[in-house]
């Protein structure tokens, strides 16, 4: 089945380490996306990628990393910067063009210890 | 600015009502599209209707059903005969003309009690 895969389910950071959230789609999209969701508001973007080795930052890239090395692959690097990485983190692909739909993963809950 | 404002933050309705949730839009591009999607507990949204500026008929897809008026920026969402299966979160969803970009509600929460 086509899809988006996200790992791990739940991941804990310690202070002043850098963490990575893996995703993975098998859908052949172009266009992939990393939000923020917190309680009560909604889901913020933190960077999307058009195209494999280019990536433009969201409303809330402070301390975060992002790379696009596959057309597959979009991973974000939770860095020590980041003073309130406490949320639940959602990736999402869509083929390139206006008006594309979303198509998410189910999520990394993540938690600082 | 591009902004969608779901003044709702939760409702709770009994199994069998109706139910409108409401999605109020801000934009000045004159192409642009509008979403909904729901999020169950586990996490992931899923997508249930897309809708392009030029298109305000509404739509009707089994219990659920969209209207879609520019006139108020709005774009609301009403569940009929509500079940339990639909208590999750709800986002409303606004596309840019440019750039890939979209901009989300803050999601009304809907719990249908049994």
């Known amino acids: 089945d086509g899809g988006i895969t996200q790992s791990p389910k739940y991941l804990f950071r310690k202070e002043g380490q850098n963490v990575t959230l893996s995703c993975e789609q098998n859908?052949?999209?172009?266009?992939m996306y990393w939000y923020r969701q917190d309680p009560g508001q909604g889901l913020r973007l933190i960077y999307y990628?058009?195209?494999?080795?280019?990536?433009q930052k969201g409303d809330i890239a402070e301390g975060y990393s992002v790379s696009r090395e596959k057309k597959e692959s979009f991973p974000l690097t939770v860095t020590s910067a980041q003073k309130n990485p406490t949320a639940f983190y959602l990736c999402?692909?869509?083929?390139?063009?206006?008006?594309?739909?979303?198509?998410f993963g189910s999520g990394t809950q993540l938690s600082v210890l | 600015a591009q902004k969608v404002t779901q003044a709702q933050t939760e409702i709770s309705v009994v199994e069998k009502e109706d139910v409108t949730l409401d999605c109020v839009y801000e934009t000045r591009d004159t192409t642009y599209y509008l979403f909904w999607y729901k999020q169950p507990p586990s996490g992931e949204l899923v997508f249930l209707i897309r809708?392009?500026?030029?298109?305000?008929q509404n739509e009707i897809s089994g219990r659920y059903s969209w209207n879609f008026q520019k006139s108020t920026s709005s774009f609301n969402f009403t569940i009929t005969a509500s079940q339990v299966v639909d208590s999750a979160v709800y986002f409303c969803?606004?596309?840019?003309?440019?750039?890939?970009?979209?901009?989300f509600g803050t999601g009304t929460s809907l719990t249908v009690i049994p």
């Open positions: 809708r392009n500026s030029f298109d305000e």
């Open positions: 999402a692909s869509s083929e390139r063009g206006q008006g594309e739909k979303l198509f």
């Open positions: 859908l052949n999209h172009d266009a």
């Open positions: 969803a606004l596309g840019a003309n440019t750039g890939n970009q979209f901009y």
């Open positions: 990628s058009q195209i494999v080795n280019d990536f």
